[in-house]
């Protein structure tokens, strides 16, 4: 008899050590998460600058990645001639993957808009198409991807 009274107080003092550490856990995790905001709301207010640096600098590479994948674009169609017939057909995939890559990104979009008439007006209509004009596209779109390089750059460095 005296044995199941020691195990039963026994049963009871583990209940309330681990009664005791479950309020200590939730003391320290409130506690830590006080911190967490405090050292939030310091930052928001002190290192706003940093923070719209990064941000901007995190923007900034991704719309570089953009411009060299367009970049590599624009090198695929000086391998093809738009004036031989079994080439014109790759040259007017390869822009209509430009167009829709410009399409899809707003920043890039707005750069290019007047290239993307032109584009839509060539793959729509591929008799006109030519080796000079598919040239004087790739010049546009290069010259195009330089200012906004140029841009991006005065971007960075200004902040």
Same mark, same amino acid.
């Given at each position: 008899? *005296? ?12 209940? %309330? ?15 830590? +998460? ?29 719309? *570089? ?13 000086? %391998? ?5 017939? +079994? /080439?014109?057909?790759? =040259? ?6 430009? *167009?829709? /890559? &410009? ?7 707005? /750069?290019?808009?007047?290239?993307? =008439? ?30 906004? %390089? =140029?841009?991006?750059?005065?971007? =960075? &460095?200004?902040?």
């Amino acid at each position: 008899m *005296q044995e199941s009274i020691n195990g039963l107080n026994n049963g009871m003092i583990f209940k %309330d050590v681990v009664s005791n550490i479950n309020i200590y856990l939730i003391f320290l995790s409130a506690l830590f +998460t006080s911190i967490a905001s405090g050292i939030a709301i310091y930052i928001f207010f002190f290192k706003r600058t940093k923070i719209s640096s990064a941000i901007n600098l995190l923007l900034n590479f991704s719309n *570089q990645l953009s411009l060299s994948d367009l970049k590599s674009k624009i090198e695929r169609l000086n %391998d093809f001639n738009a004036n031989e017939p +079994t /080439h014109k057909e790759n =040259v007017i995939n390869i822009l209509s993957e430009i *167009q829709g /890559h &410009i399409i899809g990104n707003k920043i890039l979009k707005e /750069h290019f808009n007047d290239i993307l =008439v032109k584009i839509n007006r060539y793959t729509g209509n591929t008799k006109d198409f030519s080796e000079p004009i598919k040239r004087s596209l790739i010049s546009e779109i290069r010259e195009t991807i330089r200012n906004i %390089d =140029v841009s991006n750059y005065k971007i =960075v &460095i200004k902040n």
